[in-house]
């Protein structure tokens, strides 16, 4: 969660850092364990539960707390901004059966990669964030894909706002080196991230072309690097993900 600006309520603060750590925790957590995580006082903590328990977005368990299947709700009017979201999805979903890999679809929200959907892999193999996430740009191949589509102006000030910090020791730091990328995304249509999030998941995206109406967006493939790699990688997967991006751009355009 960002905090940029100058005009908060911290009582709203609190509930979403209370309602994200339980999010992420994925298993029901009792009031002291919540305030250690969130650092508040367990008095403040019980009481944002039981509000946001009221509001049907977290639920009881005896003496623990889970978030409610009521923020489905929530993310699923929000991904619905999304021109032709639905028969996006199934462009996603068709790209993850074709390849057997976890097929994502990101767009920019406020300088960095927001995860709208994701397409289980046909194995276990699952990525490191899920729909929802909020990635910095310069670390995925679909962030990538998504900055080759803004101009240098846009793309100094994401840097200038958002920075290039490092995650692995791949990452890239250097705004020269991200502009010489995004040059070559620009000339070929597709992106290889190969262990620059984390070290051992390799990517591959195509950008979506912005639309007026439409957010940047960028269509992807990931999975481990023992698996991805040679021919495979670099022609088969690499043209289904061009081809969807394709196909999703003229399915937004209708």
């Known amino acids: 969660m960002t905090g940029r600006g100058s005009q908060r309520v911290q009582a709203t603060v609190h509930s979403v850092r209370i309602l994200e750590r339980l999010v992420e925790a994925g298993r029901p957590m009792g009031v002291t364990e919540l305030a250690d995580a969130v650092d508040l006082s367990k008095g403040v903590v019980h009481t944002h539960l039981n509000t946001l328990v009221d509001l049907g977005y977290v639920r009881k368990e005896e003496q623990s707390y889970l978030p409610s299947f009521g923020l489905v709700g929530l993310g699923d009017g929000a991904r619905r901004q999304l021109p032709q979201f639905d028969r996006v999805r199934r462009r996603v979903d068709n790209l993850a059966r074709v390849t057997g890999e976890v097929a994502t679809l990101f767009v920019e929200e406020d300088g960095v990669g927001v995860c709208v959907y994701v397409a289980p892999s046909s194995d276990a193999w699952t990525p490191e964030y899920t729909s929802g996430s909020r990635i910095p740009l310069h670390v995925t191949a679909p962030g990538k894909a998504i900055l080759s589509t803004f101009d240098g102006a846009r793309v ?99």
């Open 156 to 254: 100094d000030e994401i840097v200038d706002d958002r920075g290039l910090d490092r995650m692995t020791d791949k990452t890239v730091t250097e705004r020269a080196d991200l502009a010489a990328q995004l040059g070559s995304i620009r000339e070929n249509g597709v992106v290889f991230c190969r262990g620059e999030q984390s070290a051992d998941t390799i990517g591959v995206a195509a950008p979506i072309t912005p639309l007026e109406r439409a957010p940047a967006a960028a269509v992807g493939i990931c999975g481990p690097g023992e698996r991805l790699r040679g021919r495979q990688l670099e022609e088969d997967i690499a043209g289904q993900v061009i081809s969807t991006a394709r196909t999703i751009r003229t399915d937004l355009r209708g």
